[in-house]
């Protein structure tokens, strides 16, 4: 396969790990987040640091739970991906940053439904011929 279609398939499967993990997180398809990290990943984020794919999937549960105020079971903040800037490192490394507009939908007592903006960086890897989200960390650029 030519190289430049291989990059090409290379980024558009990166760039749809930050868009899969907003849908499962703010879906609660949690059980899903093996599709976007690899098992050793480790993610820091504002609710902590966690190492491995079930302290992973243990954190954003909990996250999920502390949002979820009104106990619709679903959607109790939508998480915007923007600006998502991808470089291949190696034929199996990548690495890159993209936007955090973060928002909640669930009932509070201030109506501004912006909850954070942030930076995500991340590292990824090919892992049996699967990218992979290695690390993670968002930078908190602005919170409400």
């Known amino acids: 396969m030519d190289n430049q279609f291989q990059k090409i398939l290379d980024l558009n499967e990166i760039r749809n790990l930050r868009y899969?993990?907003?849908h499962h997180l703010d879906g609660?398809?949690?059980d899903e987040?093996?599709?976007v990290f690899s098992d050793d990943a480790v993610v820091e984020v504002t609710v902590g640091k966690m190492e491995g794919i079930e302290a992973i999937k243990k954190g954003l549960r909990d996250a999920y739970v502390l949002f979820d105020r009104d106990h619709k079971k679903h959607y109790p903040f939508m998480h915007v991906i923007a600006n998502h800037i991808i470089d291949i490192t190696g034929p199996e490394t990548a690495e890159g940053k993209c936007?955090?507009?973060?928002?909640e939908t669930a009932q509070k007592e201030e109506k501004n439904p912006l909850l954070l903006l942030g930076l995500y960086k991340d590292q990824y890897k090919k892992i049996d011929g699967v990218w992979k989200i290695t690390h993670t960390v968002l930078d908190v650029t602005w919170d409400n």
């Open 33 to 35: 987040m093996g599709q």
């Open 99 to 103: 936007y955090l507009i973060d928002f």
């Open 20 to 22: 899969h993990y907003a």
């Open 28 to 30: 609660n398809n949690i």
